[in-house]
């Protein structure tokens, strides 16, 4: 009797883990903060060893804002600093997208026209599951152009809107 408990808490937990690596898709809305109106969709799809990331923004002051992983899971605040800092789990320096050093969700700038639309598109190495997966963390659109050097934000100004990373298979 003992084994077949054993057996079955053995069965359940590699079903759990399992479960767990199925996460090819994740999805945030975002949420004006800091007295802004700006709002916005991103979505992550696995693809092969990379994740595809398409985020769209609305209500953007015309230009380039900075849009990161921060690493919680937390939009309450009205400033959205209940987000933290920038994602970071290798513990790098801040840099762009293509940087060979970056924290996790560093993706640089989006623009946004005339019209205060921005879309983005990146490709490359995330998790959506693991001791690194970005599920559970948010999204943060900043009001300032990322200038993509300075730690640990790239003076990209106040937290504009803010969205929670769900899975979404």
Known sequence: MKTIIISLGVLCAFAVFAHAQDVTKAAATLEPKSGSQVTGTVTFTKTGDEVHVVADFQNLKPG??????HEKGDCSAPDAMSAGPHFNPTHQHHDGPTGTERHVGDFGNVEADASGKGHLEW?????????NSIIGKSVIVHEKVDDLKTDPAGNSGA???????????
Do not use: E, Q, W, Y
């Open 64 to 69: 380039k804002h900075g849009f990161h992983i």
């Open 159 to 169: 937290r504009f809107a803010c969205g929670v990373i769900n899975a979404a298979n």
């Open 123 to 131: 490709k490359g190495k995330l998790d959506l599951s693991g001791p």
